[in-house]
């Protein structure tokens, strides 16, 4: 099982970016997926996650909601994570990661099993 990571770069600060996360090896349909972030020097942190219940679950970290949208296609295969009104502190490396075992929107890193290579995004101020 490999998640690919893609869709970062440098932009300036108020741009958009889109991020995706391709599976392969095994479908995630019905599994949580998410993204985190690890800016230089600091700790990986939680970003966004959707899970897979009877109705669509999400979950943002306080920093990025209301500008950041996570959205998956119902195969499971692959993940996005829609980047408005970027920030300067939104730089980093930005990791997908998939659940074998849960449903719901985690947001531990703990309860990923399968992460991405990661893809650096930079904002300029």
């Known amino acids: 099982v490999q998640l690919q990571a893609s869709g970062g770069g440098l932009v300036q600060a108020g741009e958009s970016l889109r991020l995706s996360c391709a599976a392969s090896g095994r479908s995630f349909s019905g599994n949580s997926m998410a993204w985190f972030r690890q800016a230089q020097g600091k700790e990986r942190e939680f970003v966004s996650a959707i899970g897979w219940s009877e109705d669509t679950d999400y979950a943002y970290s306080d920093s990025v909601k209301g500008r950041f949208t996570i959205s998956r296609d119902s195969g499971g295969h692959t993940l996005y994570l829609q980047m408005n009104s970027l920030k300067p502190e939104d730089t980093a490396v930005y990791y997908c990661?998939?659940?074998?075992?849960?449903?719901?929107?985690?947001?531990?890193?703990?309860?990923?099993?399968?992460w991405g290579q990661g893809t650096q995004v930079t904002v300029s101020s």
């Open positions: 990661a998939a659940s074998r075992v849960f449903r719901t929107p985690e947001k531990m890193r703990q309860r990923y099993d399968y």
